[in-house]
């Protein structure tokens, strides 16, 4: 069972990349999305959210306890729960994804406050909680700017 946790922490393996794990989470969420996702009715998408989280959250925790740290490189579905929230939230054209892409990406990087203050919950709380609070504050700015728009 450890073997299927791993592979949802690192998001189908995706973690295993050696350059920049997370943002290549995010670029496969943003075309998963863009091309295939998108379409797909609300309670879907929400089945898919609640199953990112949850499952997310479990499979952090047990990875992170089987390798020893706290939140090792690898694990990866926290990005990819944070971009798929922030894409949900807006119509899913270029510009809404890319911009949604670097946003998150930004907040989820430079972890302002209260965005640091996330992942200092226990296990795969805290993985899980910062960058849920990164997708939190980029779709705010991009709501705010698609407002003034």
Known sequence: MKTAWRIIATFFGIGLAPVAPGTVASLAVLFLYKFIMSGFPWPVLAGIL??????GTYASAV?????????PRKIVIDEAAGQFLIFLSVPPTWLNLGLAFALFR????????????????PGGWGIMADDLAAAVAGGILLHLYLFLK
């Open 63 to 71: 990875y992170s306890a089987e390798v020893g740290e706290e939140d």
């Open 50 to 55: 609640v199953f990112l989280l949850a499952a």
């Open 106 to 121: 930004f907040f989820d990087i430079v972890k302002p406050f209260p965005i640091s203050r996330a992942e200092r919950l």
